[in-house]
Each structure stands twice: as C-alpha cells, then as structure tokens.
C-alpha cells in the first residue's frame, strides 16, 4: 500500500481487492449527498439485491443562476435529480435549494457511510471541489471550468508550497480532512477517489499532464492527508476517464497523468457513453501492473459480455439516478443476477474483519 501505516480495515479491504482480480466484480451504486442511501435503495427494490460498493461525494454548494446545469453531479444544497429519459431533459428537469449548509450536508454523508459500512458495505467516496479559494460554494462553471483551467503559473502556484493559492488549498483540505478523520475514528475504510476524470478537459484540475501537471496536485494531497492529516484509512484511488476522442469533450491516454506507484493503490477509469471498448481496461491494465483496476463510475453499467470479456474490473459503480436511464434497469437487473458480479448479501467480514465470499 502507499501508506504504510494504513489501518487493518483498510488493508484488509485492499487485500480483498486483490483477490478478486479476474474472478469477480463487486456491484457498487453512487448516491447524492442530499439524498442519502436512496439509489442503493432503489437498485434492491429493482433486482432484489443491494450492491456492495455504497458511494457518495462531499460535493460543493451551489451558487449561481443556472442550477439545472449542474444538478446531474448532485450538489449539496440542491434537490435529488430524480429520474430522466436522457442527458437532455436535465434542462427541463425541477430544481430546488435543498438550504443545507456544507458541514450539515457533510456530516449527513459522515453519519450514513458510517452506518452503512455496519451493515457491511464499502465506502467509496469522491470530492466535486470548487477552486482554491472559494472554500466550499461557487457556480458549477468554475468546477466545470472547461477552456477556464487553471494556467500554467496559476498551477506552479497552486502546487508550490506556502503561496496563498496552495493555503487557500490547505484550508479546502482541511476542512474534507475532518471528515475523513471521523471515518478513521469509526474504523471505516474508504476507497478514496479525488480529483476524478483529470485526464478529461472539462474540470478545473483537467489536462495537465507532466511532471509539474496533475501527477504534482495528486501527490500534494496525498502526502498531505498521510503525513499530516494522518488519514491511514484510505485507499488511494486513482480516478481517470476513459480516452475518447470527441472535440471539445477529449480523454487524453493515461499515462500522461499517472503520478507513479508509490502514491496509487487502486486505479479506475469512469466510462459512460456506452463505451466499453477492451482498450480502456486492458491498458488500465497494463499501467496497473498488477494493482486493482475498477469502474469509478459508469451510465449506463457495462452488458455481461462487456464484463465477461473485461474481467479485471474490481468493482463497477453507476452514476446516481442514470442507473435508471435507458437500458440501465435491464442490464443491472442481469448484473446482480451473474454468479461473477457480488451484491451485500454475497460477501461477510469475518471475526478477524476478513472478507469472505458466501457462494
């Protein structure tokens, strides 16, 4: 692991990982922090089964005047996006302002993974951050940033030690960090994916590939939150998008934002558009070099015969209410059905809080 001093949950929870590479893929369901536990819910009440991977954000508050833009991410203060037919009816879709503030929406989120990882479930968890130095609330255009990134001296300063862009960070991290320390206090390992998709072009930590790219911004956090924050309950997920080439939505080849193995313990790439081409898991592969690959996140979930003909994939997790969309019902219905996919019910943690597989 990259944390030496990492938990026995924890360690445990990777070893797990390990061991299912190429014999299964556990079932996972992300749900909005605003909305607890309710597309988990809803996937057991579809297919009789509750998938195992519980996922969530510690998200952004939103400010701005065009909040159906941004609702699809799940944003703290705003309402669940509830069902939709396609990407296109999120403009037309109700919106609410839900008035929970962060640290109410967060400590929410806190409360729930803890309960949820009794039960038995593993916690993955994610950070839609806005920019260094709007703390916690700011349109979605500035996560969103697109041809708005960060420039190249605004990066150096944002990842050079003691400027007041990389304290502004701090304070942002700080703030996640309490948080995290609670899960830590709980004995709740996470399966920790900042700064997802950095290989796209579309967030404010997109496409910057390098030495001094995003591979500096992953290793300041991780190091921060290890050696500082003392986080020893995660487990480092590396988050990419799967590459495509479609202008003005580009995925650029891994590789070029890979920060090395010592500061990785898991890597996945999110894949939506139904584009479940062999190359985005056999490269992932091969980059892994023997680590743990995943689906962050997925709409709609892979067919069996993309997962059969995929099979190192460690977990899948659709995204929120767009496991609804399209064939999703069908293809999650057939998934929490295969004898290589496993739900809550088909894992335990036995009296030394090892997995043990129930088939």
Same mark, same amino acid.
């Given at each position: 692991m990259t944390n030496r001093n990492v938990t026995k949950e924890a360690r445990t929870l990777l070893q797990f990982l390990y061991d299912i590479q190429g014999q299964y893929t556990l079932s996972g369901q992300h749900n909005f922090i605003a909305s607890g536990s309710k597309y988990t819910d809803i996937v057991k009440d579809l297919t009789g089964k509750s998938p195992i991977v519980w996922g969530s954000d510690f998200s952004f508050s939103y400010q701005g005047n065009e909040p159906h833009e941004f609702q699809h991410c799940g944003p703290l203060n705003l309402s669940d996006p509830g069902k939709i037919a396609s990407f296109e009816d999120w403009k037309s879709h109700d919106v609410s302002f839900t008035g929970l503030t962060p640290s109410e929406a967060r400590e929410r989120l806190v409360q729930n993974a803890i309960a949820k990882h009794r039960e038995g479930y593993i916690i993955t968890l994610m950070w839609h951050a806005c920019p260094?130095? !709007?703390?916690?609330?700011?349109?979605?255009?500035?996560?969103?940033?697109? =041809?708005?990134?960060?420039?190249?001296?605004?990066? =150096?300063?944002?990842?050079?030690e003691g400027t007041p862009a990389n304290v502004a960070w701090k304070q942002q991290a700080d703030a996640i960090a309490g948080y995290l320390n609670q899960?830590?206090?709980? +004995?709740?390992?996470? !399966?920790?994916?900042?700064?997802?998709?950095? +290989? /796209?072009? $579309?967030?404010?930590?997109? +496409? @910057?590939q390098g030495e &001094? /790219?995003?591979?500096?911004? $992953?290793?300041?956090?991780?190091?921060?939150?290890? &050696?500082?924050? *003392?986080?020893?309950?995660?487990? $480092?997920?590396?988050?990419? +998008?799967?590459? *495509?080439?479609?202008?003005?939505?580009?995925? #650029?080849?891994?590789?070029? #934002? $890979?920060?090395?193995? =010592?500061?990785?313990d898991v890597l996945a790439a999110d894949v939506y558009r139904d584009d479940w081409k062999p190359s985005h898991h056999d490269?992932? !592969?091969? !980059?892994?070099?023997?680590?743990?690959?995943?689906?962050?996140e997925c709409a709609p979930p892979p067919s069996l015969d993309a997962l059969a @003909? @995929? &099979?190192?994939?460690?977990? #899948?997790?659709?995204w929120g209410n767009l496991v609804l969309w399209g064939s999703g019902p069908e293809r999650i219905k057939a998934l929490m059905n295969s004898e290589k996919v496993l739900a809550k019910d088909d894992v335990t943690v036995d009296e030394n809080g090892n997995y043990r597989i129930n088939r």
């Open positions: 260094p130095g !709007l703390g916690d609330c700011c349109d979605g255009q500035k996560i969103w940033a697109m =041809d708005n990134r960060p420039s190249p001296q605004e990066w =150096d300063d944002l990842t050079t899960l830590k206090e709980a +004995n709740v390992p996470v !399966l920790w994916r900042p700064y997802h998709e950095m +290989n /796209g072009v $579309w967030f404010w930590w997109c +496409n @910057q &001094n /790219g995003f591979k500096k911004l $992953w290793i300041m956090m991780h190091d921060y939150y290890v &050696n500082h924050h *003392r986080l020893d309950n995660l487990i $480092w997920v590396w988050n990419t +998008n799967a590459p *495509r080439d479609i202008p003005g939505d580009e995925a #650029f080849p891994y590789q070029a #934002f $890979w920060p090395g193995d =010592d500061y990785v490269d992932l !592969l091969t !980059l892994a070099n023997g680590k743990p690959i995943a689906i962050g @003909q @995929q &099979n190192h994939w460690a977990w #899948f997790m659709p």
